[in-house]
């Protein structure tokens, strides 16, 4: 160690840091190629084995592993005993993950936590140093969960060290794949180049190595003149100063360097390397060619591959006493990984097939067989294709989906006709999406557009690209597509596959509802015929996915037939369809029904082990929660939502989420907490072309400024409500009071038309009661008073307290200025009673003050028996979540299955929320959460 003291002293100082405090840290080691990454990270392995740490660690290949989650299972192997102690579905998910035992294929999400669940019980024992060595050259699998970890790793006792390389020393960012790494560091350290009076204490001690090697070059010392030019050049780049001194030694002391001539310099690093290799024996060049081409390869595969090129185990000797390799456990690691690009690129197209064929004949893998048949073939080939797509299915099953869609990429480059190189882009770019590289699924979907294709592939590769564009929260429409494969599938006749049909027409049909405010006649007429196919094929009996696909392109028209059918379609649906069924009861205004739905899906899809879908049904719930006023149930769906959304990288999911906790926020008076969670929600939608979150995100942001009387801003924000029709209806009231606080009433008579024209036909007591304090709103004398009392008349009906509270105090105000104040303090305290028992604190104070200028003094609700603030108040939505799981009587490992977190964290929050409950167990925690005293007795 030359030069670097301070950086390994910055290391140390982590290091003591986890093992002092228990809190996790993560630390980025960067810098350009050979500048002493690993021998600093080498040197602090050291350190803390002596402390008393446990040491995991990985290494990135250039390349890529072939399989998935190989660096993942290097970095286990010495903890892989514990997995045991892991929730049932956590552990499940990790060992399929790591081809240790068969099961479907696994989430990515539970992966992730399984991991970081058994990094954070490996390390109750002893702190832990986890080393990621290369870490843009992980796996993509692997990479995903290295990089979920280091965002969790908070309450552990690891320190986990990743080594990155940067274009250049004073480069601030890293190669491509560690971003998530850099944005979850706790600390950076960047090795810059050695000072020159530190270059030459390195390049003497090099030297003095030389000198004493066995078979060194003479002489070990470099002439003045040459060792000015390596001191010069190498640019204090360590490893440049040693493999140019070597390949200068190597030419001989009457070698004369001209002085124009430049040496390889670190960007040509390679050409140093090169020089060793040209002088090894043909057979160890051949071995360390089978090496470069087999990374990850046992050393056992890759001389059982050289023996079929002429190579034998003594061919290793001459790479060894070169340093160019060295034998680490079963494995042949090379000495740098520029040895490997040097070696793998300077071999001919021909010696590089070569190498796979032989390794694709050695290894016992099939799935590492298949790849290198396909590294040798560079003509179509069906079956390399098959065989890859097979280890792509294979891969996929265990969860390393990134993987299978590079495999099936690769197969449609090798497929001989157009039909199976659509099917495997498709297919490719549907796994991309769902490993969250929605990059590559635009790439390769575009890829498939320019391929002739049938209209069974253009549905599947429409169906692909509006998920993909959904993610990414773009614009696209497939109705097009969809409605051709419709009419390929009728045939001639018009009439064959109605079964089919009416499932493409029915994805059609939900699809073309996202856009259903597009005023554009295309989009309208091309809506309509959806509908008219829709309806027009004969199945000979009522079928419900038929009846709700009419009903979201024309709820108004179906409403007299599916409205009422909702509850029994809910009863007999099955859990795929309840999403799509919630979705329909909303655009039919619906909500007790749409509701019931999002949560039956949100359990069925817990059960599933299927997150991505878990978190769309709870952000659905949550809205619906805050529009019921139940307010602490929808704050803790809507965050558990907004987590897990961002942890699987849903934008728009956690966007909507995000909407609605601004509002718990806003109702329950924490105004600057909903400032700022709509602020990140707001930066989540960037291009956003689904109507749905933004058009939550503006109701949402026009209540904000409602609330602070930034009235015309309000009215601004709450016209974006018409983005999505379901939303332009929940918030008509409150559009109509921004346009009358502005003094622009006229600015609502249109849209004030439209919703209460839907209010009529829906039937919908929710909705008539928005309509008619609307009316109210607009309206003075006698009209206004009779459109309050038919507010609430429809109101005590509707299942909304809160809005119905909300009606109460505007109408209790206009009572007051009608100098109706008896009545008016009638009204307002009823308004404030549900204000209070719905924890809406904003709203509270706002009836209060009416209340007061109507000249009463309000009595609290509260009482000694039943306090203002409940104890309750003091925890974290996270915690109070997980307060009343453990209250239910499920275990740490059951609410971590069902919360998305580890069971170590699950535990540390119930830490913490005993003793600011005052509790001690279970049993008293549920009484507390119950409203009994938890120190009764019997209890």
Known sequence: MIGRTEELARLRELLDSVATTGAGEVVVVEGEAGIGKTTLVAALTDVAVDAGFQVLRCTGFQRGALGGFAA????LQPVLERVPSLPPRQRAALLTALGLQAGPAPDRL????????????????????????????LDDSSAEVVGFVARRLGGAKVLLVATARTSRPEACSLECGSEVLESAATARVLLRPLSAQHSEEL????????????????????????????????????????????ALRSRGADQHVPATAPLPTTGRLEAAFLVEVGDLPAASRTLLLLAAAGEGARLSELLAAGRRLGVHAPDLIPLERADLVGVVRDRLQ??????????????????????????????????????????????????????LEAAAVRAAGRGARAEAATALHRAA?????????????????????????LTQAEQVLAEAAALPMSPRHRFAWAQSRGLTSTSLGREHDSTREQLAYARALAGASGADHPEERVAVLVAAAFGASNHVNSDTRDEGELRRTVHDELAAVDLGRPDAAQQLGLAVLDPLAHAALVRQALPAMLSSAPGDSLLPLAQAAELLQDLTTARRARTLAAEELQRLGSPGDV??????????????????????????????????????VAALAGASTAQVHLWTGRTPEAVAVLRRSRALLERAGIERAPAGLAWASGLLALEQRRDAEALTALRGTSRHPVFEQ??????????????????????????????????????????????????EGREAEEHYRAALAAGADAGAPLEQARTRLLHGQWLRRARRVREAREELTTALRAFETAGAGSLTRRATAELRAAGSVPTPLATPERPATPPTATLTVQELQIARLAAQGLTNKEIADRVYLSHRTVGSHLYRVFPKLGVANRHQLRALLEGADPAAPGR
Do not use: F, K
């Open 72 to 75: 993942l299972h290097e970095l």
């Open 110 to 137: 539970l992966i992730c936590l399984a991991v970081l669940g058994l990094l954070e019980e490996a390390a109750t024992t002893r702190p832990s140093l986890v080393v990621v060595e290369d870490a843009p050259w």
């Open 203 to 246: 390049l003497d001690a090099v030297e003095a190595s030389a000198g004493h090697a066995p078979g060194a070059p003479a002489p070990a010392v470099l002439p003045a003149g040459a060792r000015r030019r390596v001191l010069q050049e190498a640019g204090g780049n360590p490893l440049a100063l040693r493999e140019l001194s070597a």
């Open 334 to 387: 090379m000495r740098h990984p520029l040895l490997r690009s040097a070696v793998y690129g300077a071999a001919s197209p021909a010696e590089r097939t070569e190498a796979h064929r032989a390794l694709a004949a050695a290894t016992a893998d099939g799935d590492r067989a298949a790849w290198h048949r396909a590294a040798a073939t560079a003509e179509p080939d069906e079956s390399v294709a098959a065989e």
């Open 413 to 437: 480059e090798l497929s001989l006709q157009d039909d199976a190189r659509v099917r495997r882009l498709v297919q490719a770019a549907e796994l991309a999406r769902q490993a969250g590289d």
């Open 615 to 652: 978190v769309h049904a709870l952000s659905g719930v949550a809205l619906l929660e805050v529009i019921a006023g139940q307010l602490p149930e929808a704050l803790v769906h809507a965050e558990q939502a907004r987590r897990t959304a961002l942890d699987l990288g849903l934008p728009l």
């Open 730 to 779: 929940w918030a008509i009231a409150d559009l109509t009071e921004a346009a009358v606080r502005c003094g622009r009433p006229q600015a609502v008579h249109a849209t004030l038309a439209r919703v209460g024209r839907a209010a009529d036909v829906l039937g919908s007591a929710h909705l008539q009661a928005l309509v008619h304090r609307s009316r109210a709103l607009l309206a």
